[in-house]
């Protein structure tokens, strides 16, 4: 069935650098979502990408998909403690799974100040 | 506000029990989803319902139980069944069409006695 990866497991990065989290599917994804969940709290939606090669941006987050639109990126830039969290991607099912997502095993981000 | 609201935050089964989580919405979507997550782990879909009378296993299914009587609500039920019980479940729902984002409630944690 359809898998989505996503790498690193863990990032730790130093506040103020810079960091990117990828995500990869076995199959063409119709569009990519990804979450964000703080520490104890629940995963919360960020932003959809649905266009080959489309990016968007939300303040220092740029998120692409990738041409064949089987792979993803988020990159951090300046990260800030406020980051802290673990980042999920995920996608639509195969064409018989209606609604579902397929998320990744999530990219834990710690911030060292 | 609109939004999902999971009860009880914390839980906790004796051997050989039966537990019930509850999840309420009044977003007015149409599509609901219980996942489990366990710890550095992402999310695996339990259930998931597209409509009020009508659900379908996920990908760990075993052990638990679902009703959906009513549009907003989507009770779990943990059954004794479960031999390994001790997870973070969330609740999330959307619009249900499979470009929709997912909102999630703040989750339950179960433990066992």
């Known amino acids: 069935g359809q898998q989505v990866m996503q790498i690193p497991q863990y990032q730790h990065v130093q506040e103020g650098e810079d960091f990117t989290t990828y995500c990869n599917s076995s199959?063409?994804?119709?569009?990519i979502q990804w979450y964000k969940q703080r520490p104890g709290g629940h995963p919360v939606f960020l932003i959809q990408?649905?266009?080959?090669?489309e990016v968007k941006k939300q303040k220092r987050l740029t998120f692409q998909f990738g041409e064949a639109k089987k792979n993803s990126s988020l990159h951090i830039t300046a990260t800030q403690t406020t980051d802290v969290g673990t980042y999920f991607c995920a996608g639509p099912g195969t064409t018989d799974s209606w609604g579902k997502l397929q998320f990744g095993a999530g990219t834990q981000v710690v911030v060292t100040p | 506000d609109g939004g999902i609201t999971q009860s009880p935050k914390y839980l906790f089964r004796k051997e050989g029990q039966n537990v019930t989580l509850s999840c309420e919405q009044n977003l007015n979507h149409d599509a609901m989803y219980w996942y489990r997550q366990d710890p550095g782990q992402g999310l695996r879909l339990i259930y998931y319902s597209q409509i009020v009378n009508d659900f379908q296993k996920g990908d760990i299914a075993e052990g638990y139980s679902v009703s959906r009587e009513k549009k907003e609500s989507f009770p779990l039920t943990v059954t004794s069944a479960q031999k390994n019980p001790t997870a973070f479940y969330l609740c999330?729902?959307?619009?249900?069409?499979?470009?929709?984002?997912?909102?999630f409630g703040d989750g339950t944690r179960l433990s066992i006695l």
């Open positions: 990408l649905v266009k080959s090669g």
């Open positions: 199959t063409t994804l119709s569009n």
């Open positions: 999330a729902s959307s619009m249900g069409d499979r470009n929709q984002p997912q909102h």
